[in-house]
């Protein structure tokens, strides 16, 4: 009897663990920065696993792509300077790029193995890294916010757990370093983990934006990969309220629609509980 290969996800974070069957491993290697796996998970196609953590696969990506990328970008009225911080595998890239407006997109993350595996593996991100407006520094994203002279509209975190040299991209200092390069009417949105299970990262991230931005929102999505289910972003703003204004949607998508939006925010209600540590659950 044949026994099937599994893998189990190891969020630092999470009280319990995702299995997976594992179908066919595809590659194995280490950066200097973590261990860099791409494997067929049945039922999901091919994953991208950093230290032992999905990262994403191709069945369900473009929720949390999209709901990263679309919900701040429609919030402003004309993002034409991006950047992404982390995002080295280009999926929220290849959202950011459906807007015509945008005339320029960095892409800022300091693996440079996370870029080459899934130009290598993962096609549907592979034409991405040929757009004009795309520029990729393998590089540290705190130095590059602390040391970058000019302005973007929009700075989208993209960042695995906040662990090691992550964790202080989750903390008010950075997001300090963020509020300087952001234009008039600048819009930062950051991954936030799950509020059923990391609901004390949630919190801590909400407040530190409060005491850096005036306008400080949450964004929700469903994912049927990440621990948890019910994951949380991060919305802060210079100046703009994203339940007030949008651009209607004008790009094709998967899931984001202007009828979706609404369904995207937080209640206000949870919100307070959240930041003041009494959702008790």
């Known amino acids: 009897m044949k026994r099937d290969i599994v893998f189990i996800d190891n969020d630092p974070y999470s009280p319990v663990n995702h299995m997976y069957r594992v179908k066919e491993i595809l590659y194995t290697g280490s950066s200097e920065y973590q261990e860099v796996k791409v494997v067929v998970l049945d039922g999901y196609g091919k994953a991208l696993i950093l230290d032992d953590v999905v990262q994403f696969t191709e069945k369900e990506e473009f929720i949390y792509h999209e709901t990263l990328a679309h919900v701040p970008l429609f919030s402003h009225p004309d993002p034409k300077n991006v950047l992404i911080i982390g995002g080295g595998d280009g999926g929220v890239a290849r959202e950011v790029l459906k807007h015509n407006c945008v005339k320029r997109l960095f892409l800022v993350d300091i693996d440079k193995m996370v870029t080459d595996v899934t130009k290598e593996f993962f096609p549907q991100f592979r034409d991405v890294f040929n757009d004009r407006r795309l520029t990729v520094l393998h590089q540290d994203g705190m130095k590059f916010v602390k040391e970058y002279k000019e302005k973007f509209d929009v700075v989208l975190i993209d960042l695995t757990d906040p662990v090691g040299p992550a964790k202080p991209l ?38 530190a934006l409060l005491k850096v ?26 100046s703009i309220n994203p339940r007030e204004y949008f651009r209607k949607c004008d ?20 919100i307070q509980k959240i930041r003041t540590g009494s959702l008790d659950y």
Do not use: M
């Open 170 to 207: 989750f903390e008010e200092p950075f997001y300090r370093d963020v509020y300087n390069i952001l234009s008039e009417k600048g819009i930062i949105s950051c991954q936030n983990e799950s509020i059923w299970y990391h609901k004390n990262i949630v919190k801590d991230v909400q407040n």
């Open 213 to 238: 931005f005036p306008i400080v929102d949450i964004i929700t999505f469903i994912t049927p990969i990440y621990t948890g289910y019910w994951w949380a972003l991060s919305y802060a703003s210079k």
């Open 251 to 270: 790009v094709e998508t998967r899931y984001y629609a202007d009828d979706v939006r609404p369904y995207s925010f937080l209640p206000q209600s949870i």
